[in-house]
């Protein structure tokens, strides 16, 4: 068995994860949603991300309702147009899938998270009107090569002001045009915690390269997992049995010449989303360890 691994060690990547909030977090993991507001909020509430004017009706400004509907969505990266071009232009063209942007509500702080596959990139913004401005960012430190110039060139397209449309419906388009009149245009999609309406419960589960019958006898076959433990400084402290689950994992795909170990999300399901008995969603977060079968 030859062992390669898809990340850092467990222990820096769960320090990284709880340092900026959102380390590697594919899937996994996102969107925060906005508190409710009383009608004896004071007209205008400030904080150091952000102004929200609230009216005597208690009803939120419409800089806050945009923020809330940007932070529903994981926003992955569909166009960009710049008249400059160069080959870094057309290198994160030709990664967009994997170009991301999120934006997160966090006890008021406001904070936009943003990648094109390597770092988890962060910064916290302003929206006054439809002008977007962010402070300083701040990012994870791994070195991916072949994609730094990519991730530093988007990095400087998000320093700075730009200006926000969003298109409405279920599949709402961002369009973002910066300063010096680059327009980055995104595609949205739900994030877990807004299409669950729910905060998700972090797991980390082995899955077995080999697939087994769901039930004795049975000719639909499943996967093997098993749960595993970690402690605060991500050592291992426990694993269990192996056992069939006969589900979906949303954003995994299963290749049978992988044991890999996978941080996912769970999800509680309203009664109006169960479907066969299942009350819960299960959403890949990262694939944190993999080990090749030969």
Same mark, same amino acid.
């Given at each position: ?47 150091? +991300?952000?102004? /929200?004017?609230?009216? +005597?009706? =208690? ?26 071009? =160069? ?10 899938? #994997? /170009? ?6 966090? #006890? ?35 070195? *991916?090569?072949?994609?730094? +110039? ?22 709402? /388009?961002?369009? #973002? ?9 995104? +595609? ?33 076959? *499943? ?10 400084? =991500? ?60």
């Amino acid at each position: 068995m030859t062992l390669s691994f898809k990340s850092a060690l467990l222990p820096s990547m769960l320090a990284i994860s709880l340092a900026l909030g959102a380390c590697q977090d594919p899937s996994a993991s996102i969107g925060e949603n906005v508190e409710a507001m009383n009608a004896d909020i004071p007209a205008e509430i400030e904080n150091e +991300k952000t102004t /929200v004017t609230v009216d +005597k009706a =208690g009803e939120i400004s419409a800089e806050e309702q945009m923020i809330a509907n940007l932070a529903r969505y994981r926003w992955t990266l569909l166009d960009i147009d710049d008249k400059s071009g =160069g080959p870094v232009i057309t290198k994160l063209v030709d990664i967009k899938n #994997q /170009v991301t942007l999120l934006f997160k509500q966090n #006890q008021g702080h406001n904070t936009v998270n943003y990648g094109v596959g390597c770092n988890t990139i962060s910064t916290g913004y302003q929206l006054q009107g439809h002008t977007l401005t962010t402070k300083e960012s701040m990012s994870t430190k791994m070195l *991916c090569e072949n994609l730094n +110039k990519a991730e530093n060139r988007l990095d400087t397209l998000m320093q700075g002001t730009s200006e926000l449309s969003v298109t409405e419906g279920e599949n709402p /388009v961002l369009t #973002q045009v910066t300063s010096n009149a680059i327009t980055l245009t995104w +595609k949205g999609r739900l994030t877990s915690q807004a299409k669950y309406n729910s905060k998700g419960e972090t797991l980390f589960w082995a899955v077995n390269a080999t697939m087994l019958p769901c039930t004795a006898g049975s000719s639909k076959i *499943c996967l093997q997992v098993k749960p595993i433990t970690y402690d605060d400084q =991500g050592i291992k402290t426990s694993e269990g049995e192996w056992s069939a689950f006969n589900g979906e994992i949303d954003g995994y795909e299963y290749d049978g010449k992988h044991n890999e170990v996978l941080r996912l999300q769970r999800y509680q399901l309203d009664s109006d989303q169960i479907s066969e008995d299942e009350e819960y969603a299960y959403v890949l977060d990262a694939v944190i360890e993999s080990s090749v079968v030969e």
